[in-house]
T-cell receptor, first 110, second 114 residues
Framework: GQQVMQIPQYQHVQEGEDFTTYCNSSTTLSNIQWYKQRPGGHPVFLIQLVKSGEVKKQKRLTFQFGEAKKNSSLHITATQTTDVGTYFCAGHRGSYIPTFGRGTSLIVHP | EAQVTQNPRYLITVTGKKLTVTCSQNMNHEYMSWYRQDPGLGLRQIYYSMNVEVTDKGDVPEGYKVSRKEKRNFPLILESPSPNQTSLYFC?????????????FGPGTRLTVT
């Protein structure tokens, strides 16, 4: 079945350093979404990417969707302690059913 | 306020004692689903529903049942809970495909089965 691999599982950074998490799918995706889950909280939608090669920015966050629509990345510039949490990607193959990556937990040290 | 609510938020129960976790959304969403979250495994879909009276299995449906008698409600039923169903459960809802796939998640239900 469809798999979405997400790496790394954990990432420790010093405040101010950059952070990137990557998602790779075994099949072509129709779109990919990114969610953030704060410690003790629930996943919250960040963004959806649909087009091949699409790049979207939200302040310090940059999201990319690969040309082949099989991979995606989330990059955070100059991390802050408020960025702490687990970031999930979720890929759709043109159906209702998303396949979530296992998430990357970001730990920011002040 | 647009939201997904779940009850209870915390539950400790014993093996074999039937339980129901309720989920309700006020956004008139057609699509609803249930996930379980376990350390290192991310979010795994249990069941989903595309509309009233339409439900289907996700990736890990064994030991669970659902129903969708009304558009706003999507309860998760554990007929005979076992310790391996100890987990954090999330309900989610979204618009129908063709629109935004953004899922709105409930606050979660932490279930412990002893």
């Amino acid at each position: 079945g469809q798999q979405v691999m997400q790496i790394p599982q954990y990432q420790h950074v010093q405040e101010g350093e950059d952070f990137t998490t990557y998602c790779n799918s075994s099949t072509t995706l129709s779109n990919i979404q990114w969610y953030k889950q704060r410690p003790g909280g629930h996943p919250v939608f960040l963004i959806q990417l649909v087009k091949s090669g699409e790049v979207k920015k939200q302040k310090r966050l940059t999201f990319q969707f690969g040309e082949a629509k099989k991979n995606s990345s989330l990059h955070i510039t100059a991390t802050q302690t408020t960025d702490v949490g687990t970031y999930f990607c979720a890929g759709h193959r043109g159906s209702y059913i998303p396949t979530f990556g296992r998430g990357t937990s970001l730990i920011v040290h002040p | 306020e647009a939201q997904v609510t779940q009850n209870p938020r915390y539950l400790i129960t014993v093996t074999g004692k039937k339980l129901t976790v309720t989920c309700s959304q006020n956004m008139n969403h057609e699509y609803m689903s249930w996930y379980r979250q376990d350390p290192g495994l991310g979010l795994r879909q249990i069941y989903y529903s595309m509309n009233v009276e339409v439900t289907d299995k996700g990736d890990v449906p064994e030991g669970y049942k659902v129903s969708r008698k009304e558009k706003r409600n999507f309860p998760l039923i554990l007929e005979s809970p076992s310790p391996n169903q100890t987990s954090l459960y999330f309900c989610a809802s979204s618009d129908a495909p063709g629109q935004k796939y953004e899922q709105y998640f409930g606050p979660g239900t932490r279930l412990t089965v002893t």
